[in-house]
Nanobody
Framework: HVQLVESGGGSVQAGGSLRLTCAHS????????MGWFRQAPGTEREVVSV????????YYGDSVKDRFIISRDGAKNTIYLQMDGLRPEDTAVYLC???????????????????WGQGTQVTVS
């Protein structure tokens, strides 16, 4: 059973940076595909970035390409999301997610993910 805990959200001015962290437990770090989604009030949950269980493959939503970088530390069972060049439209609750597989099939579709953290608020003004 995978448990996910996010941290690192906050408020920042446009153009600033934040780094989100998601610590996961209950499964071998290298065994699960992990990702970040975000959801603003009244909008559909959308994918931000995804990383495979072995860290060899990363994927990004179109709106964050070239601004955000996802990474993982297998030894610490943790993934990170470095967010640079933040914009007001990045404001949302950011949620960490995990699959039960090393592979990230159907990664864009939030309903295909089985585990979720509680979320951390990111506000850009």
């Amino acid at each position: 059973h995978v448990q996910l805990v996010e941290s690192g959200g906050g408020s920042v001015q446009a153009g600033g940076s934040l780094r989100l962290t998601c610590a996961h437990s209950g499964a071998t770090s290298g065994s699960v595909c992990m990702g970040w989604f975000r959801q603003a009030p009244g909008t559909e949950r959308e994918v931000v970035s995804v990383i495979s269980g072995d860290g060899d493959n990363t994927y990004y939503g179109d709106s964050v390409k070239d601004r955000f970088i996802i990474s993982r530390d297998g030894a610490k069972n943790t993934i990170y999301l470095q967010m640079d060049g933040l914009r007001p439209e990045d404001t949302a609750v950011y949620l960490c997610a995990a699959k039960e597989s090393n592979y990230c099939h159907n990664w864009r579709t939030w309903r295909s993910w089985s585990r979720w953290g509680q979320g951390t608020q990111v506000t850009v003004s």
